[in-house]
């Protein structure tokens, strides 16, 4: 191999490596914050529990752009799918996937809930919120995927002021999030340190079912969605 290529090849590796490294550290501090934000919704959530859950929520969302083919922006992705160039990639295949492996992880301290903001409009989003045990719905914490196309995006469901319910001047300090208590359930269709019954398992693909014909209708929404740079 002539000199001159290894020089080459050599250089790429650099510039990639130049190039990625700050997004690895983005993830390491976003995924330091986002375990101690999950310990810190109460007493009773196991600090590593938080930390496993804030890793899988990371690395499955970088992962899924990767598996999505994900270029650009959330905007253009959902375009693709649209029209047949990408097969997932809508908000609700986000919540979907990152919530099938958290699921796996059959948290005992923290619970799984579906959220969706704007419901049957043009601007619809889903995600996930993770809450302790016996909190509600609202005091939870937002997991997005979707939003910032792979980069976790994360904050208290209250102060998500990208979604709230819009009014003429400022913020109204009104979330627009609410609760999707079908796919709560799915997330939530599990016991902890137990295997799945055959009646689980039936709802499961029911589930699964009813979440294909869900995401036909998500997926028109998509492509006039919101998106932070």
Not at 24 to 39: P, V, Y
Not at 126 to 153: S, Y
Not at 198 to 207: G, L, V, W
Request: hydrophobic share 40%; with cysteine; aromatic share 10%.
């Amino acid at each position: 191999m002539k000199m001159s290529n290894i020089i080459r090849r050599i250089f790429w590796v650099v510039v990639f490596l130049v190039l990625i490294h700050p997004t690895w550290a983005k993830d390491d501090r976003s995924i330091k914050d986002l375990s101690k934000a999950l310990a810190g919704l109460s007493s009773d959530v196991d600090p590593k529990e938080a930390e496993l859950v804030s890793v899988t929520a990371h690395t499955t969302a970088r992962k899924l752009a990767r598996d999505y083919h994900v270029v650009l922006n959330p905007e253009f992705q959902a375009f693709l799918v649209n029209v047949g160039a990408r097969k997932r990639g809508w908000c609700g295949h986000w919540a979907q996937d990152i919530g099938t492996r958290l699921k796996e992880l059959r948290p005992k301290t923290l619970v799984l809930h579906w959220g969706v903001a704007y419901d049957h409009t043009s601007s619809e989003n889903n995600c996930l919120v993770v809450t302790a045990r016996n909190q509600p719905f609202k005091d939870g914490i937002i997991l997005d995927g979707w939003r910032r196309a792979g980069r976790l995006f994360w904050c208290p469901v209250i102060k998500d002021d990208e979604y709230e319910v819009e009014q003429h001047y400022g913020h109204s300090g009104i979330t627009a999030w609410k609760e999707n208590m079908q796919w709560s359930a799915w997330l939530q269709d599990y016991e902890p340190g137990k295997p799945k019954t055959k009646a689980k398992m039936a709802a499961n693909n029911k589930a699964t079912k009813v979440g294909s014909e869900r995401d036909e209708r998500i997926g028109n929404s998509d492509s006039t969605q919101p998106v932070t740079p």
